[in-house]
Structures are given as structure tokens and as C-alpha cells.
């Protein structure tokens, strides 16, 4: 069985020599994490009852080409995908938002019980459906959460998505509980039902 973590690396880009749009929230945020808990899980495999597979989607911004591409072209069965983590926009803000509840609150109580213990930043509204680049994998029947800061996007799309901006110990708590929800489903095994 199978956890997916994942982010989109592309941003908006440049207009010319002129204009450039640098994306540290949207999304450096989301792909630096990735690569984080990449480094952390390595170091545990020993450990783990679930493999993790880490996946950092292209084209994102043109309309979830990659994203689509994969839960078109799954490398292992999708049945065998217990849970998927998407991060998108992850450090600017206040708080921590966790989509895609409504469709998983099994996945949504756990997390809300890792925020309870150990984080206490995360806002207790939610929503159905995916969300970004969770979507093509929901509409295929697996289980995720899309984590996102509130508040996270007064400078979306914008030259002014630099790294000054980013607020570090949101991030940093958005991270510790995308690590959680990992080290619970794919090292201590639990895996909620859906209820």
C-alpha cells in the first residue's frame, strides 16, 4: 500500500526580460516540503508498514496537466493508494485550512486530532470535491487532503510572492503535520475508516 505527498513546482513564470514572478508561496512552499519530508521518511524506512511515494507535478498553473497525467498513469494500482497529501500554497497566512474533508473525514478527524495534539492551527471548516492537483486523484476514488493556509493569497499570481513574505513558523507547523499524518498512516499504520 501506498501514502502519495505531493506539490506542483511550476509557477506563472516571467513576461519577457521585464516581469518576473518568483512563486515562493505558489508554490517553492509546497515543493520545498515535498523534498523535506522526502529527507525525513528516507531516513525511516526501515520503519515503514506503507511505502510514500513523493511526486512534484509539472504544469500545474496551465490546468493540472501533471497531476492529470499521473492519475492517468499510476505506476502501481490505485487501489493500493490509501491516502494522497497535496500541499499547495503553504506558507503565507494564519492558519492551516485541510480540504477535501467533507469527501474524506476519516483522513479530515486524524488530522484534526494531530492539529489538536500537537500543532493547534488549523481552522475546523472544509470542503468536498479535491482541490488543485488532489482533484484528478480524487475523481479517481482515492482518499487525500489538500493542505493550504488561509488568508494565503493576497500576493497570488503576483511579482510580489517573494520569500520575505513567507511566514516560517506557519510553514513550518503545515509541514509537522503533513509529517504526522504520514508517520500515522504509513509508520504506525492506522488508516481511518471513512465515516
Sequence with gaps: EYVIVSAHLDHVGGVGNMLYYPGANDNASGSAAVLELARIFSNKKSSLKRSILFVLFGSEEKGLVGSEYLAENLPVDASQIVAMFNMDCISYGDSIKVGNGKSNPGL???AMEQDSLYI???????WGGGGADLTPFHNKGIPGLYFVTTNSYDYLHLPGDT??????SLYTDLVKLVSLMCYEIAIEGRLPENE
Design 108 to 110: 479530515w478527524n486524524m
Design 163 to 168: 520569500p520575505e513574505t513567507l511566514n516560517v
Design 120 to 126: 493547534n492551527r488549523t481552522v475546523h471548516s472544509t
